[in-house]
C-alpha cells in the first residue's frame, strides 16, 4: 500500500508537516539522513515556547510527539532516488524502495563555507546569519559583517539594534556608492574595505579579522552569509529553481514545477529559520491533506458506483 506522502527531512518543517499529516489521518513516510544544517547552532531562537532549545533536544521532543500518531513513521534512512509521476512514485531508500502518492521536499539548504581560515571553526559560534536568532546572546558586542556585494549593504544598518560597534568589511572586491558610505557614517557604521587575510580567534571564540597589510580589526561576532545550495536529490528531481536558487513553488499548494511534489522550509526562501520553516511545513501539509482527501474521495465514489 502506498505511502500518502513521503517526507524527505527530518527538521522543523518535516517534523511539523509529519504532524500536521498524522493529525489528518494520512500515512505518512518521514525519511531523516541525519545531516543537519543547524546542528552547529547551540540553541534555537524566536520559536515560542522552544525559545534557547538546543536542535537536538527540538528533534527529540517532535519525534516522541510523532509517536501518538499510527499512520506516521519515521525512518533515519537516506534517500537515493525518487522516480515516477505524480499519484505513483517510487521512492529507493538506501535500504528499500517504497510507493508514494506525492513527495514532500523539507531538505532545507546547505551552506558553502567560506575560504577564510578558521571560518568553519567558527560557523554556529561566532559566525552567524541571523542576528534575530542570535543577537540577543551577543548585544553590545563587537560586531562584523562580511558583505559580498552592493546588494549586502543594507543588511548591517539593522545591526545597530543589538550593538553600537559594527565594521563592514567589503575586502576590497566591490565599490560601495556614496550614499551608502553617507548612511554608514551617520550611524556610526565603520566601513573597512582592505582585502581579509584570516580569522583571529581564541579557543572557538573570534577576537579580531586581519587584513592583508597585518592590521587587526578587533570583533567578537561575525555575521555573514555564504553561498547556498541545493542537496543534491533535489538537484536531480529537475524542480524549478529561481534566480538565488531557491525551489520555486507555488504560493497557495506549495507545489513545484514537477507535478505531485512540494517544498516547504529553508529550500524555498532565503526567509530562513526553524518557526518559519515549521510554519511552511504545516502549510504544506495542509494543502497536501486537503489535495489527497479530494481525490481519494472522488476514487471511492467512483468505485461505487461501479
Avoid at 547552532?41 to 537536538?56: K, M
Avoid at 558586542?141 to 543589538?162: D, I, N, T
Amino acid at each position: 500500500m502506498p505511502y500518502d506522502v513521503v517526507i524527505v527531512g527530518g527538521g522543523p518543517a518535516g517534523l511539523s508537516a509529519a504532524l500536521a499529516l498524522g493529525r489528518a489521518r494520512k500515512r505518512v513516510l518521514l525519511c531523516d539522513a541525519g545531516t543537519r544544517r543547524n546542528a552547529a547552532a547551540e540553541h534555537i531562537h524566536n520559536f515560542v515556547t522552544r525559545d534557547g532549545t538546543p536542535p537536538s533536544e527540538f528533534r527529540e521532543i517532535g519525534r516522541q510527539q510523532l509517536t501518538a500518531y499510527s499512520s506516521v513513521e519515521v525512518r533515519d534512512v537516506r534517500i537515493e532516488s525518487i522516480t515516477g509521476t505524480r499519484g505513483a512514485f517510487q521512492v529507493n531508500l538506501t535500504t528499500d524502495t517504497v510507493e508514494a502518492r506525492r513527495i514532500l521536499l523539507c531538505t532545507g539548504m546547505i551552506d558553502e563555507r567560506l575560504g577564510l581560515d578558521g571560518f568553519r571553526e567558527l560557523w554556529g559560534h561566532s559566525i552567524f546569519q541571523c542576528p534575530y536568532c542570535h543577537g540577543w546572546e551577543v548585544r553590545d558586542q563587537k560586531w562584523a559583517y562580511l558583505a559580498r556585494g552592493v546588494e549586502s549593504l543594507h543588511f548591517p544598518l539593522q545591526l545597530r539594534g543589538w550593538t553600537r560597534e559594527v565594521v563592514v568589511f567589503t575586502g576590497g572586491t566591490f565599490d560601495v556608492p556614496e550614499p551608502t558610505r553617507a548612511r554608514f557614517d551617520t550611524m556610526g557604521i565603520r566601513l573597512e574595505t582592505r582585502p581579509v587575510a584570516r580569522l583571529v580567534a581564541r579557543e572557538n571564540r573570534l577576537e579580531g579579522i586581519e587584513l592583508s597589510d597585518g592590521t587587526t580589526i578587533p570583533c567578537e561576532v561575525l555575521f555573514a552569509h555564504p553561498p547556498q545550495r541545493q542537496v543534491d536529490l533535489v538537484r536531480t528531481l529537475g524542480v524549478g529553481l529561481d534566480e538565488e536558487g531557491y525551489v520555486r513553488v507555488d504560493p497557495m499548494t506549495r507545489e513545484t514545477s514537477v507535478p505531485g511534489i512540494y517544498a516547504g522550509g529553508d529550500l524555498q526562501t532565503r526567509m530562513q529559520g526553524a518557526v518559519f520553516a515549521a510554519a511552511a511545513g504545516v502549510h504544506a501539509a495542509a494543502m497536501l491533506n486537503h489535495e489527497l482527501t479530494v481525490e481519494l474521495a472522488i476514487a471511492e465514489e467512483a468505485g461505487g458506483r461501479e
